[in-house]
């Protein structure tokens, strides 16, 4: 495959431009085992033949509902589970290339000091029996970065850093809330001092007030430590506040991608358009707007998805041929706007309007 | 005296809750009072541990101990001609009471899985309830079942009586629920966060159908939410609950244009809105304190912008009522300026 797809590469307002991982046709397929002996009766496609660049210095958002493989595919990046097919390849120079399937236990253990991930539920993913110092020194130490009184050290001013006060390095997670607790599983994020850090769903479980802190905190910490973020949520509304582009998942597809104004101003897929409809819109004055949009059903059994688009039954637009028949495949439609849908060009989605236009 | 029209369905009056715990008193709910109008759709916001589903649960009398409703009333007009009935005062295995749970007044969860049997069949949990509390057979109370199955719009309804739970999507199980709590036609609906767990276009469905279910059969509900654009789309009235207490409530309109309370204010610019990508969300500083340990005074001061050293962390603002209905629990809007009494304090 071509690694360096020309339509994949429209710099960001925030990046560089330089491409810091390049995935290619990704694919995880688990297979369904039945019976004694396991025999396998199907595959469940989560992720199916996804492609995409995260830019040095940017945040990519990857939005989309329960099933359609956004977490799975951040996963996959981190080989936290094993790619079936398909490419992920990490510059961490620009002229440096490595490919991270390739890699050994030993290296991807290595690689995994630049490449980390903050996790969704700050209650179960951080260990009951660890104080934060352990835990937040745990990666340094597994690494061998620091040791003594340079690691004490170190934790202290990741702790400053996200907002926790040093001196409550030796208390339990117990003792701290759900917010206080993410700026926890982010110290230890950034303890190796990585590139690229995979937010799952990291502000999810959290109250407006909070998640509103640590928004303003992922983006403070983008800034100082000139990370690379790849944001995985559901919420629309987080997503773009927080995105320079966005990804939009379907049943373990990809079918849209483009700078954030333009994908939420401009969408090119009748299921994007579909999903900003449905997202309630603080504002009573607006109410009923959108009720004519709803989708039908549900989102499709990626063990059994649908034939061509994945979307074709609950789509308003299908054509009964193409649609059916014909996976459409992620292209250009619009300079830097990429979109899987046979109609992309021809139809007149509404978006989300411009402040100040409502 | 009101009209009777003007009756409100259910008045909640100075309702607390509290929990008798090891560590000491969970004051979960704590003087709170609103009313819920007939037909319409009162939403109850508030953030993680304010007691928007203890205030539901009471109303229901659905407390476990170490909870217990210590002290309050919750009026239950069924008949604007008759006196209302006080669902506090009614005793657990009382006839009343379960004549009112489940059938003048039903509720849906947020975890459909855990709110059906996973041992039985749709159809059979939605039939159980017609056959507990009407005078109905076995065979008309399937019919009945597969109507009202159909009409929450799952589809193949004959069929799909026979599902258990998890062969079902978390969308079609939580119309499940819907249909389980109207198969006796309540007079309230209480919804506790039914489309959180829910994906957005899922969520659209369901509010459509709750709305429409409501157009239908003239039922009153009562929405929890913690999500403002889900109280924006379906609310009449809105109650915003701040530890245990109402902060404000009044009309939908007047609540998201000119909300009075700081933390009202301060949860409206702190929620990123569709469009307006980019930039610093405004936050709440500090976090929700701990129920047991609520700060005295004004039980927000101690996060509030507009804190005034001396008074708000001092005296107990009550509900104001600035007009038109719209009430506010701040002393911006009080002229109260002396401490809380002993009496007060004692509480």
Same mark, same amino acid.
Do not use: W
């Given at each position: 495959m071509n690694m360096h797809d020309p339509t994949l590469e429209t710099p960001g307002?925030?990046?560089?431009?330089?491409?810091?991982l390049g995935v290619r046709n990704l694919k995880v397929h688990f297979p369904i085992t039945k019976g004694l002996l396991q025999r396998q009766v199907g595959t469940v496609k989560a992720v199916d033949d996804v492609s995409f660049d995260i830019r040095e210095g940017e945040t990519l958002g990857l939005v989309g509902e329960s099933g359609c493989g956004k977490t799975t595919t951040g996963r996959a990046l981190l080989r936290v589970v094993e790619p079936t097919a398909g490419s992920v390849t990490y510059y961490p120079e620009p002229d440096l290339a490595v490919d991270m399937l390739a890699l050994g236990k030993r290296e991807l253990r290595g690689l995994r000091r630049d490449i980390r991930m903050v996790l969704q539920d700050p209650y179960s993913s951080l260990n009951p029996r660890f104080t934060v110092s352990q835990i937040v020194s745990e990666p340094l130490r597994a690494n061998n970065i620091a040791t003594g009184s340079e690691l004490e050290d170190r934790v202290a001013t990741l702790l400053r850093r996200v907002g926790? &006060?040093?001196?409550? &390095?030796? &208390?339990?997670?117990?003792?701290?809330s759900g917010g206080e607790r993410q700026r926890i599983g982010i110290a230890r994020a950034l303890a190796t001092d990585p590139k690229l850090v995979v937010c799952d769903e990291a502000v999810s479980a959290l109250d407006v007030s909070v998640q509103a802190q640590i928004l303003n905190l992922l983006s403070d910490l983008q800034d100082d430590f000139g990370l690379t973020y790849l944001f995985v949520a559901h919420d629309l509304s987080v997503v773009e506040h927080i995105s320079d582009r966005v990804a939009v998942m379907y049943v373990g597809r990809l079918v849209e991608l483009a700078d954030t104004a333009e994908l939420y101003r401009r969408p090119k897929h009748p299921y994007t358009a579909a999903l900003m409809a449905s997202v309630p819109k603080p504002d009573p004055t607006l109410r009923g707007k959108s009720r004519r949009h709803r989708l039908q059903g549900e989102v499709a059994d990626p063990a059994n998805p649908p034939s061509g688009c994945h979307f074709h039954p609950r789509c308003p637009f299908n054509d009964g041929d193409a649609c059916v028949k014909q996976a459409p495949e992620l292209r250009e439609v619009a300079p830097g706007h990429l979109a899987a849908c046979h109609y992309a060009e021809r139809l007149q989605l509404a978006g989300i309007a411009a402040p100040g236009a409502v | 005296m009101r009209p009777d029209s003007a009756t409100p369905l259910i008045e909640v009056r100075d309702l607390r809750t509290h929990f008798f715990t090891d560590e000491g008193v969970v004051k979960s709910v704590d003087g709170v009072s609103f009313d819920i109008p007939r037909g319409k759709t009162l939403c109850i916001v508030g953030e993680s541990g304010c007691g928007k589903s203890i205030t539901a649960r009471s109303i229901l009398k659905l407390i476990a101990p170490p909870g217990r409703i210590v002290s309050g009333q919750i009026l239950y007009n069924r008949d604007p001609a008759q006196p209302p009935v006080d669902i506090v005062g009614l005793s657990q295995r009382s006839q009343e009471l379960r004549a009112i749970r489940g059938r003048e007044i039903a509720m849906i969860f947020q975890e459909p899985m855990s709110a059906l049997s996973p041992v039985h069949t749709i159809g059979d949990q939605v039939s159980e309830t017609i056959l507990l509390h009407e005078r109905v057979g076995r065979v008309e109370a399937k019919a009945r079942a597969i109507k009202l199955l159909d009409r929450v719009g799952i589809p193949r309804a004959a069929s799909r009586f026979d599902a258990y739970p998890f062969q079902l999507s978390g969308g079609m199980r939580q119309r499940a629920c819907i249909a389980m709590a109207l198969a006796c036609s309540p007079k309230l609906l209480i919804a506790d966060e039914? *489309? *959180?767990?829910?994906d957005v276009t899922t969520q659209a469905n369901i509010l459509d159908l709750i709305a429409e279910l409501q157009a239908e059969m003239g039922m009153a509900v009562m929405f929890i939410t913690h999500d403002l654009g889900v109280v924006a789309e379906i609310a009449d009235e809105v109650v915003v609950m701040y530890l245990g207490t109402v902060a404000e409530r009044g009309d939908v309109f007047s609540i998201f244009r000119d909300p009075q309370h700081p933390y009202t204010r301060a949860l409206m610019r702190s929620i990123p809105r569709l469009g307006e990508a980019g930039g610093r969300l405004e936050s709440i500083r500090g976090i929700v304190p701990h129920p047991s340990n609520r700060p005295t005074g004004c039980p927000y001061h101690t996060r509030c912008d507009s804190y005034m050293p001396g008074i708000c962390n001092r005296v107990d603002p009550r509900l104001e009522d600035i007009g038109d209905g719209h009430l506010v629990r701040c002393l911006l809007h009080s002229?109260?300026? *002396?401490?809380?009494n002993a009496g007060e304090l004692a509480r």
């Amino acid at each position: 495959m071509n690694m360096h797809d020309p339509t994949l590469e429209t710099p960001g307002p925030n990046a560089s431009g330089r491409t810091l991982l390049g995935v290619r046709n990704l694919k995880v397929h688990f297979p369904i085992t039945k019976g004694l002996l396991q025999r396998q009766v199907g595959t469940v496609k989560a992720v199916d033949d996804v492609s995409f660049d995260i830019r040095e210095g940017e945040t990519l958002g990857l939005v989309g509902e329960s099933g359609c493989g956004k977490t799975t595919t951040g996963r996959a990046l981190l080989r936290v589970v094993e790619p079936t097919a398909g490419s992920v390849t990490y510059y961490p120079e620009p002229d440096l290339a490595v490919d991270m399937l390739a890699l050994g236990k030993r290296e991807l253990r290595g690689l995994r000091r630049d490449i980390r991930m903050v996790l969704q539920d700050p209650y179960s993913s951080l260990n009951p029996r660890f104080t934060v110092s352990q835990i937040v020194s745990e990666p340094l130490r597994a690494n061998n970065i620091a040791t003594g009184s340079e690691l004490e050290d170190r934790v202290a001013t990741l702790l400053r850093r996200v907002g926790l &006060r040093p001196e409550y &390095r030796g &208390r339990y997670p117990h003792a701290f809330s759900g917010g206080e607790r993410q700026r926890i599983g982010i110290a230890r994020a950034l303890a190796t001092d990585p590139k690229l850090v995979v937010c799952d769903e990291a502000v999810s479980a959290l109250d407006v007030s909070v998640q509103a802190q640590i928004l303003n905190l992922l983006s403070d910490l983008q800034d100082d430590f000139g990370l690379t973020y790849l944001f995985v949520a559901h919420d629309l509304s987080v997503v773009e506040h927080i995105s320079d582009r966005v990804a939009v998942m379907y049943v373990g597809r990809l079918v849209e991608l483009a700078d954030t104004a333009e994908l939420y101003r401009r969408p090119k897929h009748p299921y994007t358009a579909a999903l900003m409809a449905s997202v309630p819109k603080p504002d009573p004055t607006l109410r009923g707007k959108s009720r004519r949009h709803r989708l039908q059903g549900e989102v499709a059994d990626p063990a059994n998805p649908p034939s061509g688009c994945h979307f074709h039954p609950r789509c308003p637009f299908n054509d009964g041929d193409a649609c059916v028949k014909q996976a459409p495949e992620l292209r250009e439609v619009a300079p830097g706007h990429l979109a899987a849908c046979h109609y992309a060009e021809r139809l007149q989605l509404a978006g989300i309007a411009a402040p100040g236009a409502v | 005296m009101r009209p009777d029209s003007a009756t409100p369905l259910i008045e909640v009056r100075d309702l607390r809750t509290h929990f008798f715990t090891d560590e000491g008193v969970v004051k979960s709910v704590d003087g709170v009072s609103f009313d819920i109008p007939r037909g319409k759709t009162l939403c109850i916001v508030g953030e993680s541990g304010c007691g928007k589903s203890i205030t539901a649960r009471s109303i229901l009398k659905l407390i476990a101990p170490p909870g217990r409703i210590v002290s309050g009333q919750i009026l239950y007009n069924r008949d604007p001609a008759q006196p209302p009935v006080d669902i506090v005062g009614l005793s657990q295995r009382s006839q009343e009471l379960r004549a009112i749970r489940g059938r003048e007044i039903a509720m849906i969860f947020q975890e459909p899985m855990s709110a059906l049997s996973p041992v039985h069949t749709i159809g059979d949990q939605v039939s159980e309830t017609i056959l507990l509390h009407e005078r109905v057979g076995r065979v008309e109370a399937k019919a009945r079942a597969i109507k009202l199955l159909d009409r929450v719009g799952i589809p193949r309804a004959a069929s799909r009586f026979d599902a258990y739970p998890f062969q079902l999507s978390g969308g079609m199980r939580q119309r499940a629920c819907i249909a389980m709590a109207l198969a006796c036609s309540p007079k309230l609906l209480i919804a506790d966060e039914p *489309t *959180t767990a829910l994906d957005v276009t899922t969520q659209a469905n369901i509010l459509d159908l709750i709305a429409e279910l409501q157009a239908e059969m003239g039922m009153a509900v009562m929405f929890i939410t913690h999500d403002l654009g889900v109280v924006a789309e379906i609310a009449d009235e809105v109650v915003v609950m701040y530890l245990g207490t109402v902060a404000e409530r009044g009309d939908v309109f007047s609540i998201f244009r000119d909300p009075q309370h700081p933390y009202t204010r301060a949860l409206m610019r702190s929620i990123p809105r569709l469009g307006e990508a980019g930039g610093r969300l405004e936050s709440i500083r500090g976090i929700v304190p701990h129920p047991s340990n609520r700060p005295t005074g004004c039980p927000y001061h101690t996060r509030c912008d507009s804190y005034m050293p001396g008074i708000c962390n001092r005296v107990d603002p009550r509900l104001e009522d600035i007009g038109d209905g719209h009430l506010v629990r701040c002393l911006l809007h009080s002229d109260r300026e *002396t401490p809380v009494n002993a009496g007060e304090l004692a509480r």
